[in-house]
């Protein structure tokens, strides 16, 4: 079964690369018969099993790995999101769609891997970033009748940059189709800290572009802060960067909230209301501009998007009910629109602690569990409007509806049984009977229900954290990454770059366009660039100019680790590991590294070879890589042993001669045992002999005697 397994498995791999890089395209009915070929459901836990990784998933990344084609990774990630998709509208083969999709992201987690492995330094970390960030077109390399049949319906969405059409990264292939176990892996993650941290740069491709500036597109290259100009505006982009910024415009957004509801007044519209409504119009084009820089699916994956989406909509009504009482000078209209702004308390406050604390896992648990709830509140609303309607038809209009939702309300929630003693006005035994009802089910069982799917979803995220917290790490890098031209004006700047610079647009070229926004970009953000660029050069950068053997000292956020530090009782033990050691010290060390060095040498024998850093460095280097397997897991180790107990063999024929003189005594000893067992052995069968004679002779003489007679 698993050999039918991996070859009709390979063959689909096989299918469906030359779908996607080479110059043919396989039908929809072909893919779809060879899918419909491999109908066993495995689990991740089976999928990683020793049998099976030696049977199925090695022989695939083998195969795969060969051919040295970084588009593969993004083939399988594809492949793993359509299959998810398959998984959704066909529910009899949902097992077998969930285990192909699995598959996918296994064997492409391998795949990266090997390439991490293999390729290490600048250059394999260059080679690893062309395979998650470098777009792909799904019909690249396909003939132009293929592309003219499937050409996207959503003409306006597609934005032309460098003269190709919007390219989609592997990385973000991986965040749509939820691969956390892809996402997790230290190859991945190595790319994700340097996207994060700007040591790697690129131009990425976008949905939609509010002000598009793609004069120059940056490759993926490594980042060198000596090479690059003082003021260099694309420093805005990078994640890290971008993540203070906003964390900053933020603060500045609450404290004008704040000062706004501190001193409303629905009949003036003071100073400080206006700076707040044209400080959070520009927050809103900024989180307007990111929902189209990547989509809405990968907008929603963030944590706060929700805080976000539904703070926006609050300002929106906000400012339309406030526009339109200012205009009818009316005080109630005005007092309306106070009174929406307030609701937007409580999204707006908890989105700071989302900011500082994102890889708690409180708030990475909030977000699934907050889609569960709603979920199964919207059910339950859905199914128990049929107990409220009941209740009103039977009352007549006796009580109202809102009266009947508030005790239903109350009785969901365990707060107050008032409705049930009620239930008779409506009838004297339909009522109590549907109140009643409604009380078990509501009060009783979907209640139990809710709490055992949060339960379970919390359960679920807490066994696997470390994957949620790097897949929303490498979430929150991905939505980082901006190209728009729009993100590099601070609020509420970018309206005014929006209202000038996008009619300019249209009127110059796009050289010209590129010099007008560069300068613009700069002047407006000069003393931000500064402290950005003194950052990266003094902090951020500076163990590029230290020597390769030296320990950076590791700080604290925002540099406020020196100052706890003075205040724990502790904190002169992490003072020791911070502090780098003297010269005197190293030569301590150096010498006491020496003489340990000569011990083992001395130990082991004047003809063995001596094990220093450098001959171990080269033999490793030297050594060809052995892949490590689940099946055995330590890899060359057999060999390791044969030359220990070889290396120790020799020694003890060169070193130990009273061994040899202890062989020899003990073989002559021997030789005289076995002489002297030799001679008992034969007196043994000589007696027995003589036993075996002695009752022949004495029935010969009887047989005598009684002739005789």
Same mark, same amino acid.
């Given at each position: 079964?698993?050999?039918?397994?991996?070859?009709?498995?390979?063959?689909?791999?096989?299918?469906?690369?030359?779908?996607?890089?080479?110059?043919?395209?396989?039908?929809?009915?072909?893919?779809?018969?060879?899918?419909?070929?491999?109908?066993?459901?495995?689990?991740?836990?089976?999928?990683?099993?020793?049998?099976?990784?030696?049977?199925?998933?090695?022989?695939?990344?083998?195969?795969?790995?060969?051919?040295?084609?970084?588009?593969?990774?993004?083939?399988?990630?594809?492949?793993?999101?359509?299959?998810?998709?398959?998984?959704?509208?066909?529910?009899?083969?949902?097992?077998?769609?969930?285990?192909?999709?699995?598959?996918?992201?296994?064997?492409?987690?391998?795949?990266?891997?090997?390439?991490?492995?293999?390729?290490?330094?600048?250059?394999?970390?260059? *080679?690893?970033?062309?395979?998650?960030?470098?777009?792909?077109?799904?019909?690249?390399?396909?003939?132009?009748?293929?592309?003219?049949?499937?050409?996207?319906?959503?003409?306006?969405?597609?934005?032309?940059?460098?003269?190709?059409?919007?390219?989609?990264?592997?990385?973000?292939?991986?965040?749509?189709?939820?691969?956390?176990?892809?996402?997790?892996?230290?190859?991945?993650?190595?790319?994700?800290?340097?996207?994060?941290?700007?040591?790697?740069?690129?131009?990425?491709?976008?949905?939609?572009?509010?002000?598009?500036?793609?004069?120059?597109?940056?490759?993926?290259?490594?980042?060198?802060?000596?090479?690059?100009?003082?003021?260099?505006?694309?420093?805005?982009?990078?994640?890290?960067?971008?993540?203070?910024?906003?964390?900053?415009?933020?603060?500045?957004?609450?404290?004008?909230?704040?000062?706004?509801?501190?001193?409303?007044?629905?009949?003036?519209?003071?100073?400080?209301?206006?700076?707040?409504?044209?400080?959070?119009?520009?927050?809103?084009?900024?989180?307007?501009?990111?929902?189209?820089?990547?989509?809405? &699916?990968?907008?929603?994956?963030?944590?706060? &998007?929700?805080?976000?989406?539904?703070?926006?909509?609050?300002?929106?009504?906000?400012?339309?009910?406030?526009?339109?009482?200012?205009?009818?000078?009316?005080?109630?209209?005005?007092?309306?629109?106070?009174?929406?702004?307030?609701?937007?308390?409580?999204?707006?406050?908890?989105?700071?602690?989302?900011?500082?604390?994102?890889?708690?896992?409180?708030?990475?648990?909030?977000?699934?569990?907050?889609?569960?709830?709603?979920?199964?509140?919207?059910?339950?609303?859905?199914?128990?409007?049929?107990?409220?309607?009941?209740?009103?038809?039977?009352?007549?209009?006796?009580?109202?509806?809102?009266?009947? &939702?508030?005790?239903?309300?109350?009785?969901?929630?365990?707060?107050?049984?008032?409705?049930? +003693?009620?239930?008779? %006005?409506?009838?004297?035994?339909?009522?109590?009977?549907?109140?009643?009802?409604?009380?078990?089910?509501?009060?009783?069982?979907?209640?139990?229900?809710?709490?055992?799917?949060?339960?379970?979803?919390?359960?679920?995220?807490?066994?696997?954290?470390?994957?949620?917290?790097?897949?929303?790490?490498?979430?929150?890098?991905?939505?980082?990454?901006?190209?728009?031209?729009?993100?590099?004006?601070?609020?509420?700047?970018?309206?005014?770059?929006?209202?000038?610079?996008?009619?300019?647009?249209?009127?110059?070229?796009?050289?010209?366009?590129?010099?007008?926004?560069?300068?613009?970009?700069?002047?407006?953000?000069?003393? *931000?660039?500064?402290?950005?660029?003194?950052?990266?050069?003094?902090?951020?950068?500076?163990?590029?100019?230290?020597?390769?053997?030296?320990?950076?000292?590791?700080?604290?956020?925002?540099?406020?680790? %020196?100052?706890?530090?003075?205040?724990?009782?502790?904190?002169?033990?992490?003072?020791?590991?911070?502090?780098? +050691?003297?010269?005197?010290?190293?030569?301590?060390?150096?010498?006491?590294?020496?003489?340990?060095?000569?011990?083992? %040498?001395?130990?082991?024998?004047?003809?063995?070879?001596?094990?220093?850093?450098?001959?171990?460095?080269?033999?490793?280097?030297?050594?060809?890589?052995?892949?490590?397997?689940?099946?055995?897991?330590?890899?060359?180790?057999?060999?390791? *042993?044969?030359?220990?107990?070889?290396?120790?063999?020799?020694?003890?024929?060169?070193?130990?001669?009273?061994?040899?003189?202890?062989?020899? &005594?003990?073989?002559?000893?021997?030789?005289?045992?076995?002489?002297?067992?030799?001679?008992?052995?034969?007196?043994?069968?000589?007696?027995?002999?003589?036993?075996?004679?002695?009752?022949?002779?004495?029935?010969?003489?009887?047989?005598?005697?009684?002739?005789?007679?």
């Amino acid at each position: 079964m698993c050999e039918l397994f991996i070859k009709l498995f390979h063959c689909l791999l096989i299918l469906l690369y030359a779908c996607y890089v080479s110059q043919t395209v396989l039908s929809v009915n072909g893919l779809a018969k060879l899918i419909k070929r491999l109908d066993d459901p495995y689990s991740l836990e089976q999928l990683k099993d020793p049998r099976m990784n030696a049977s199925v998933i090695r022989p695939l990344v083998d195969q795969y790995y060969k051919l040295q084609d970084v588009s593969v990774v993004y083939c399988l990630s594809v492949n793993r999101l359509q299959f998810l998709k398959e998984q959704a509208n066909a529910p009899h083969h949902q097992s077998v769609n969930i285990t192909r999709a699995i598959l996918c992201e296994l064997v492409a987690h391998r795949i990266l891997r090997r390439f991490s492995e293999d390729n290490p330094g600048a250059a394999g970390l260059l *080679l690893l970033a062309n395979i998650l960030v470098a777009g792909f077109d799904p019909f690249q390399g396909a003939p132009e009748g293929v592309i003219k049949e499937n050409d996207p319906a959503l003409h306006w969405a597609m934005q032309k940059t460098g003269g190709y059409l919007r390219k989609l990264p592997t990385l973000e292939i991986a965040i749509i189709s939820e691969s956390k176990t892809f996402l997790s892996s230290s190859a991945c993650q190595r790319v994700v800290n340097a996207i994060y941290e700007g040591r790697i740069i690129y131009t990425p491709s976008s949905f939609i572009d509010i002000l598009p500036d793609h004069y120059k597109s940056k490759p993926i290259s490594l980042y060198d802060p000596r090479k690059a100009p003082l003021l260099n505006q694309y420093r805005l982009i990078v994640p890290r960067t971008r993540n203070f910024l906003e964390i900053g415009q933020f603060i500045v957004l609450l404290v004008l909230y704040i000062l706004v509801m501190t001193g409303r007044d629905p009949q003036t519209f003071s100073i400080v209301e206006l700076v707040f409504c044209i400080y959070t119009a520009g927050w809103v084009l900024d989180q307007f501009a990111s929902i189209l820089e990547h989509g809405w &699916s990968v907008y929603t994956q963030n944590l706060w &998007s929700f805080l976000d989406v539904t703070f926006a909509l609050i300002y929106g009504i906000y400012f339309v009910i406030r526009m339109h009482g200012i205009r009818v000078h009316s005080v109630e209209v005005g007092q309306q629109a106070m009174d929406v702004l307030a609701i937007g308390a409580p999204f707006l406050i908890p989105r700071l602690a989302f900011n500082l604390m994102s890889e708690n896992m409180l708030f990475v648990s909030l977000r699934s569990m907050m889609a569960d709830f709603a979920l199964l509140t919207a059910l339950a609303v859905w199914c128990f409007a049929g107990f409220l309607l009941s209740m009103m038809w039977l009352g007549d209009g006796l009580h109202k509806p809102v009266t009947i &939702s508030k005790w239903m309300l109350w009785i969901w929630f365990g707060l107050d049984g008032t409705g049930i +003693p009620r239930s008779v %006005d409506f009838h004297w035994l339909l009522g109590p009977i549907l109140m009643v009802t409604f009380a078990f089910l509501g009060n009783t069982l979907f209640l139990t229900i809710l709490v055992s799917m949060l339960s379970n979803t919390f359960a679920g995220i807490v066994s696997n954290a470390s994957a949620e917290i790097q897949y929303r790490r490498a979430v929150l890098t991905l939505e980082g990454v901006k190209s728009d031209a729009i993100f590099a004006y601070q609020p509420p700047f970018n309206i005014a770059a929006l209202v000038f610079l996008l009619p300019l647009q249209f009127l110059v070229s796009p050289r010209w366009f590129h010099k007008v926004n560069v300068a613009a970009v700069r002047f407006l953000n000069a003393p *931000l660039l500064l402290i950005i660029g003194y950052v990266e050069r003094r902090a951020l950068w500076a163990g590029s100019r230290r020597n390769a053997f030296q320990r950076r000292r590791v700080r604290g956020m925002f540099g406020l680790g %020196d100052i706890s530090r003075g205040f724990s009782l502790h904190g002169d033990i992490q003072a020791v590991f911070d502090s780098a +050691p003297t010269a005197t010290t190293q030569d301590e060390i150096n010498d006491t590294d020496d003489l340990e060095q000569e011990q083992v %040498d001395e130990a082991s024998g004047p003809d063995r070879p001596m094990l220093t850093r450098t001959n171990t460095a080269m033999s490793t280097m030297s050594r060809p890589k052995s892949r490590k397997d689940s099946m055995a897991p330590f890899g060359g180790l057999k060999e390791q *042993l044969r030359d220990l107990l070889h290396d120790a063999a020799e020694s003890d024929s060169d070193n130990s001669t009273d061994t040899g003189t202890r062989l020899d &005594s003990l073989e002559e000893s021997i030789k005289r045992i076995e002489g002297l067992v030799g001679r008992l052995v034969q007196n043994l069968i000589v007696e027995e002999d003589d036993r075996k004679l002695t009752p022949l002779e004495d029935s010969d003489q009887n047989l005598r005697e009684e002739a005789h007679q």
